[in-house]
């Protein structure tokens, strides 16, 4: 990827905000990407980032988190328990539309003639604002303003209004405000033309098909709705819509609706220096099940309580929520506007992507787009759910609950795979596996130890047993069961444990025996479960005994789980002294990413997967990521030995990785390299520099934003449930400032170079570890504790050729290359296709 080491943005065009991000002039090249930046969401529902009126866009965009459609999944090539059903999130029918024609010349943004522009996203505020003027091509200005909100308090509800007001002449003005079913239709004149980029993998599929069935439209008065039903998955939505229009020029008003189209038409006799607001108040329900005329009622329900607060009251509401969110989750960066003001843009990502999921999943791009069809994935467990269970407990309680809920699949896809207990799929929306490519899909069976590191984490945050013994505790369980039987033994000299056959984080490398980041979570995932079982047997023995009879546990399989994570096997190569990725890993030739041109990256979308696998190659952080997450299981010498074998040959093709490679690089004294791989995370969307913004936010790496700041700079670790500090604040920081909500305490945490403050800000004391002294911290007081230094400081960064002219365990020498032939996308199109021949 494209790494950077400082402020990536034109800053005339996004100045500089603590706040906010604003933009001061439309460029309709990166569309896409403004699309992304600027979209709003509640974790329910999101709407991208496009203008009001409607027309340009790259993609317009309204998902409901879980909103699906379905499809059966056609391998070319069938086998035994490929996965079977496609789930793809839907394209909501589109409420935020509002057209605006001046003398029946239309607004289109990306041609007009703006004589000034201003668009911003307040972080404190919750709302999308546009401030613009236009000069039409009869030369009349006319001044636009326009704000929208999508709700933190009510899931349900969003809203948004538009004013009008001609600055030097009188006009006709018309405002249309719309409802476009545009999943099935573009636009209120065109039907759907396919949509373009297929071939990446990273991409929604395309659904041909006719997906929203009309079941329910309405137009009454200054309400209108549209209710539809998934054809495959059955779903059902409406979407509705009130209209109050203020002003003091005449105006009429007609409406018009048919199966994808509903439209509040305002033609307006307008005069100079008179203004002409349009409010909409806006509601989406969906169900399962529940019968659209039902969800209607649910719709009206919101809009009128919605319409007698008013939108200033659903803005102060907002408001409200964000400043407890910040108080409960800012993290400052002092002394460096532009890293700021993008953390701010992360963290504010985190809570549009997760705040009221309730009960649903976080996907991999949240509510902002289609990317990845909308599907979750172990992005929530292990990038996202850190964050939340030390600052939002709730929201995390409820990601955990829909694994738990999610569990009854998870034994059947286990059972399907010969295994006991529950194998959670590695993609999905609905419970079932959607990864139609099972080699770096199904394979990942650390999903399963993924989920189980977040529970227990979220416990230990926490302090939440209740939530274990209340049925949480069957992950562990069904998960460990799932370990136990996928593992098999070995005696060679000494019993050991291993699992074969699966692949690790690093999805170019696949289906292989014993990687490392699999055998250390599976170890972790089985003593969690060993110590919940203990646990709740020794506090709670009426849960313990529904535990006994619900799962039908025994305690010889409690004593296996403890034998097998005792003895899992860890593999270790003592030549180079590091750990290997999996068993095969250290056997191949090194991929040279040196030498390899950027525009060939990522690999994924140049090379054929066969030809990625042969090589020592990484898209992300694998063995680099166990040192993280169980870091108390490395001393600092393999941390660092793997760290330098590992990052030269890691591509970060995912944005999964540089968070992670640089919270190991800060903690290992690459202090200069952990600050770049900081930059390449903060702007990862910001700059686009993975170039699929479009496609929505990277949520996992907005969690890990945060993560690098807390982990990485200020260098906390909770392993075993005891939280530690040992900061790593780049050099030219003055400090940063952030909040942890732990047991129910929560403190404020100041890293400054010389010294760490706590102070209780709510709840009564919480205790840390500092350069190994115990801190404790009591409500109203601030404790400081001096710190004699930042860790170790490496110079350079590791580079390939410390690992070329390494041998194998045979003596033979692993060379340096990479294919020779490469093609691009674009190039594959000149290959000749075939034709077979007619007989
Ligand atoms: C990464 C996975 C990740 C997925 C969704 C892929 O590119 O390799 O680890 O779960 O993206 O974010």
């Known amino acids: 990827m494209n790494h950077i080491t400082s402020d990536p943005l034109d800053r005339h065009r996004f100045p500089l905000d603590d706040w906010a991000l604003v933009e001061t002039h439309v460029d309709a090249d990166d569309e896409g990407t403004t699309e ?8 329910y529902l999101g709407f991208r980032g496009n203008v009001e009126e409607g027309r340009d866009g790259h993609v317009h965009g309204t998902f409901i988190n879980g909103f699906h459609e379905t499809w059966p999944i056609r391998h070319a090539e069938e086998a035994f328990g490929f996965a079977r059903v496609g789930q793809t999130i839907v394209n909501a029918p589109d409420t935020k539309v509002v057209r605006l024609y001046v003398d029946d010349e239309p607004l289109i943004l990306n041609d007009a003639d703006l004589l000034s522009f201003e668009r911003r996203l307040d972080f404190k505020t919750g709302v999308l604002s546009r401030e613009l003027e236009w000069r039409t091509p009869s030369g009349k200005r006319v001044h636009i303003r326009s704000r929208r909100m999508v709700s933190f308090t009510d899931r349900h509800l969003a809203v948004l209004d538009y004013e009008v007001t001609l600055l030097d002449a009188d006009a006709s003005l018309v405002l249309s405000s719309q409802i476009i079913n545009r999943q099935d239709r573009q636009d209120d004149y065109l039907t759907n033309a396919p949509e373009p980029g297929m071939g990446d993998p990273r991409k929604a599929e395309s659904l041909t098909e006719r997906v929203l069935q009309p079941r329910y439209k309405l137009i009454d008065g200054p309400r209108a709705m549209l209710g539809y039903q998934t054809t495959n998955s059955g779903m059902t939505i409406v979407a509705g819509a009130d209209h109050t229009i203020e002003t003091e020029n005449e105006y009429e008003v007609s409406t018009h609706i048919e199966a994808d189209l509903a439209k509040h038409v305002y033609t307006i006799r307008g005069r100079a220096g008179v203004p002409t607001k349009l409010t909409k108040i806006i509601s989406y329900h969906t169900s399962n099940a529940v019968p659209p005329k039902e969800l209607a009622d649910r719709c009206a329900r919101t809009l009128d309580r919605s319409a007698e607060n008013g939108i200033e009251s659903a803005i102060r509401n907002q408001e409200l929520w964000l400043e407890d969110f910040w108080a409960r989750s800012d993290v400052e960066v002092h002394g460096q506007p532009a890293i700021q003001q993008a953390t701010r843009w992360n963290l504010f990502q985190l809570a549009q992507a997760s705040a009221r999921t309730d009960g649903g999943g976080v996907a991999a791009k949240g509510v902002s787009g289609s990317g990845y069809g909308g599907h979750y994935f ?15 407990p709730l929201v995390a309680r409820n990601a955990l609950r829909f694994r738990q809920n999610m569990l009854d699949a998870a034994r059947s896809r286990a059972t399907e795979l010969n295994q006991h207990g529950a194998l959670f799929p590695w993609r999905t929306i609905n419970g079932l596996e959607s990864s139609a490519y099972y080699a770096a899909g199904t394979a990942q069976y ?4 993924d989920i189980s590191y977040a529970l227990r984490q979220y416990v230990a945050a926490t302090g939440d047993e209740d939530f274990l013994a209340r049925g949480a505790v069957d992950i562990f369980v069904e998960t460990a069961r799932m370990w136990a ?10 019993d050991s444990f291993h699992i074969y056959g699966v692949t690790g984080p690093d999805e170019y490398t696949t289906v292989v025996n014993d990687n490392l980041y699999t055998n250390v979570m599976a170890r972790s995932n089985l003593l969690s479960a060993v110590e919940a079982v203990e646990r709740l047997r020794e506090d709670d023995p009426a849960s313990f005994e529904r535990l006994v009879t619900r799962l039908s546990l025994d305690d010889a399989e409690v004593r296996e789980w403890q034998r097998a994570a005792e003895h899992m096997h860890i593999p270790f190569d003592k030549r180079l002294g590091i750990h290997p990725q999996d ?10 990413l040196d030498h390899t041109p950027p525009e060939h990256l990522p690999l994924l979308l140049h090379f054929h997967p066969l030809v990625i696998y042969r090589f020592q190659v990484l898209k992300q952080a694998d063995v680099v990521l166990a040192l993280l997450l169980q870091g108390d299981h490395f001393t600092d010498e393999e941390k660092l030995a793997d760290f330098d074998y590992y990052d030269p040959l890691t591509t970060g093709d995912s944005t999964l990785s540089a968070v992670v490679q640089s919270i190991i690089a800060a903690e290992v004294g690459y202090q200069r390299l952990a600050l770049k791989y900081f930059w390449s995370a903060l702007f990862v969307d910001l700059a686009n520099l993975h170039r699929n913004t479009p496609d929505g936010v990277h949520v996992a790496s907005t969690g890990g934003v945060w993560s690098a700041l807390v982990l990485g700079f200020a260098g906390m670790r909770d392993h075993g449930g005891v939280i530690s ?3 790593r604040l780049p050099v030219d920081w003055q400090g940063i400032t952030f909040r942890l909500t732990v047991k129910g305490t929560r403190v404020r945490i100041s890293v400054r170079r010389t010294e760490m403050r706590f ?8 205790s840390f570890v500092v350069g190994g002294g115990n801190v404790i911290v009591e409500a109203g007081t601030t404790v400081t504790v001096p710190l004699d230094n930042q860790g170790p400081h490496l110079v350079g960064e590791p580079s390939a050729s410390d690992i070329e002219g390494s041998r194998r365990a045979d003596g033979s020498l692993i060379t340096v290359s990479m294919p020779t032939i490469a093609l691009g996308p674009a190039d594959t199109e000149s290959i000749p296709i075939i034709q077979p021949q007619s007989e």
């Not at 992304?36 to 974790?43: E, I, M």
């Not at 172990?378 to 939340?388: A, H, K, R, S």
């Not at 039987?485 to 000494?494: E, Q, S, T, Y």
């Not at 102070?759 to 919480?766: F, H």
Request: hydrophobic content about 45%; glycine content about 8%.
């Open 446 to 449: 650390h999903i399963d130890a």
């Open 583 to 592: 068993a095969q890993f250290l056997e191949k030739e090194l991929w040279d």
């Open 759 to 766: 102070t209780v800000e709510e709840g009564d004391s919480a």
């Open 378 to 392: 172990w992005d929530t467990e292990v990038y996202v759910l850190p964050f939340l269970s030390y600052t939002a």
């Open 36 to 43: 992304t930046l600027f979209a709003l969401g509640n974790g």
């Open 725 to 727: 500090f040992s900061p």
């Open 485 to 494: 039987d996928l593992g098999f033994w070995r005696a060679n000299g000494k």
